[in-house]
Each structure stands twice: as C-alpha cells, then as structure tokens.
C-alpha cells in the first residue's frame, strides 16, 4: 500500500516518514511541503537521515494524491480543507490529524467521507482512545455531583488551545453523563471567573518546553477526587496510529470513521 505524508518537514510529518519507512507492507508514495518551505526540492530521506531515496519533496499536494492510496495529513486546517477535496477529485483515502478545524474546515473532511474513507482523530495514540472510553463510563458512573477539569500540556509551539484530545474528553465526559459540551463547557481556566456551575466541564491548557502531549481528567467530589492521565512521551505513538489508520482504510467504504473504530473499540 502506498502512503502519502503532507507537512513532512513538521514535527509530525518526519515522524511519519519515519515510521513508514519500518513498517511492513506499505511504501512512502511521497511527501509535500508548502509552497516556499526551504525543504521542499530535496530528497526524503535527508528528513530521516538515511541515504538518498530518489523521492523528492514537492509543493504540489495533487501530484501525492494521485500517486497514494491513503493520504495522512497533519498540518493546518486550511491546508487539510484543501486535501479533502483533493482526496474526493483522486478517489484517496485520507486520514487527518490536524487539529484546531473550524466547522467550515469540518465541513469539507465530512464532504469527503462521502466519496472515500476519511479517519479523522484529534489523538491516535491507543492509551488516549482508551482514555477516552474510560472517560465516558467514570463519567456515567460519577455524574454531575463530581466536578471535571480537563488539564492539559503541550510543548511552547503547539496553536490551537485547548487540545483537540482536551476536546475530545470533554465532549466523551459530557456523554457519559447523558449531555453535550456545548451546553456544559465552562470554557478554559484563564477565561473563568465567579464559582463554579454545577455540572459544568472545565479546561485548563498549559503550554511549555518540549512536552509532547499530556492529558488529565480530573472528577473532584466532596471528599475525593479520581484522576485520569495519559503522558505521550514520542511522537511515534501518534505516527503508528496513523498509518495503522491509513492501512484500516484500505477497501473501506467512504465514511468518517474515528480511531476507536480502527483500533476496534467500537
Ligand atoms: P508542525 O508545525 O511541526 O508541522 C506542520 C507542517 O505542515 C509544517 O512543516 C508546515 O510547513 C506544513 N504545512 C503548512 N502548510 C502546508 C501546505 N500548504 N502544504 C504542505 N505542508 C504544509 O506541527 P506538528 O506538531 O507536526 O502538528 C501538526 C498538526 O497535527 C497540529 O494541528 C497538531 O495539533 C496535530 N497533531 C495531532 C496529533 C494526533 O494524534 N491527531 C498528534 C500530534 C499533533
């Protein structure tokens, strides 16, 4: 199976070069960078350190969709809206780990999943999915006499606060609890002010140094407090659950699938 990376020059984008390269049974079908990135011109493998693959970086994202049978993108929202319509002009599967989407962004990814399989997931790593479940039942068990917090940390660069994971726990507690985040958010701890209000979902986001991603959701009762935490430590465990996606999508119907489903957690 042929593999394409957008943005492989980031963080993530060398991550998963990296991690296509060891994986059994799939190829790197090729890599972009946006228009005027110093990087793009010269070979992938020089974003890996090994020796000259004979690929090269480009800036035209048309040219890996046709060649790929799977897309994965992680980049920017308005560069993964522009994907998506790629991924429907060249029947390519696409998985997308850009966070921060507006709902227009939103939008394009589920016109998409009309026409190929999309997965799309604000944490690939497997602890994180499982947190999420784990979330979602203590949430149901608990209910609104516990008071959630959802802390979270990333490293200095990182954009979009809080988390598209912080998020995502938020929304899987406030369906435990039979609710939506849009009418329990209490929004993030900076922007608060007055007492708490009862069943309500808070968010704190720290952001320093080089922290990869961790996530606490934090119930405080009177009397006790129950804490669950995920610490991502490599990168590699996001890229691994992305090209696992990318190989779930092969002979998928089109649909907008999440990582719970590929892992089979559904
Ligand atoms: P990064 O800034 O290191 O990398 C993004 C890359 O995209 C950059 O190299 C940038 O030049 C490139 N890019 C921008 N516009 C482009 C275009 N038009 N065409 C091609 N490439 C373009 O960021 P990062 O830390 O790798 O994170 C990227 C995204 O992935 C963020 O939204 C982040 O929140 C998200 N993320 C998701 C997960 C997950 O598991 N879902 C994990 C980590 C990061």
């Known amino acids: 199976m042929k593999i394409g ?5 980031g963080r ?11 994986t059994d049974g799939v190829s790197l079908a090729g890599g972009t960078e946006r228009p005027g990135h110093p990087l793009v011109g010269s070979d992938l493998a020089t974003l890996v350190g090994i020796p000259a693959s004979g690929q090269m970086i480009v800036d035209d994202a048309e040219a890996v969709f046709i060649e790929a049978d799977a897309v994965i993108d992680f980049t920017v929202p308005e560069t993964t809206a522009n994907h998506a319509r790629l991924a429907i002009l060249h029947e390519t599967a696409l998985v997308v780990g850009t966070t921060g989407l507006t709902a227009e962004e939103t939008a394009a990814l589920k016109a998409a999943a009309e026409a190929v399989p999309v997965v799309q997931a604000a944490n690939m790593s497997v602890g994180v ?3 999420l479940g784990l979330t979602r039942q203590v949430a149901a068990i608990l209910g609104e006499e516990y008071d ?3 802390v979270e940390m990333h490293h200095r660069h990182k954009v979009d606060a809080p988390s598209g994971t912080a998020l995502a726990l938020g929304h899987a507690a406030a369906a ?12 993030v701890l900076a922007g608060r002010s007055g007492s708490r209000r009862h069943g309500s979902i808070g968010f704190a986001a720290l952001r320093g140094g080089d922290v990869v991603g961790e996530h606490s959701v934090i119930f405080a009762g009177e009397g006790e407090r129950i804490e669950l935490t995920h610490r991502a430590t490599s990168r590699a465990v996001f890229a691994k659950g992305a090209v696992r996606a990318a190989q779930w999508t092969l002979a998928r119907p089109p649909g907008l699938y999440g ?7 559904d």
């Open 129 to 131: 999915n499982l947190l």
């Open 148 to 150: 959630v917090e959802i």
């Open 176 to 187: 435990g609890r039979g609710t939506s985040l849009d009418s329990a958010s209490e929004g």
């Open 259 to 265: 990582m719970r489903a590929v892992l089979g957690l």
């Open 12 to 22: 993530m984008g060398r991550m998963l070069v990296q991690t296509i390269l060891e």
């Open 5 to 9: 990376v957008t943005g492989v020059a």
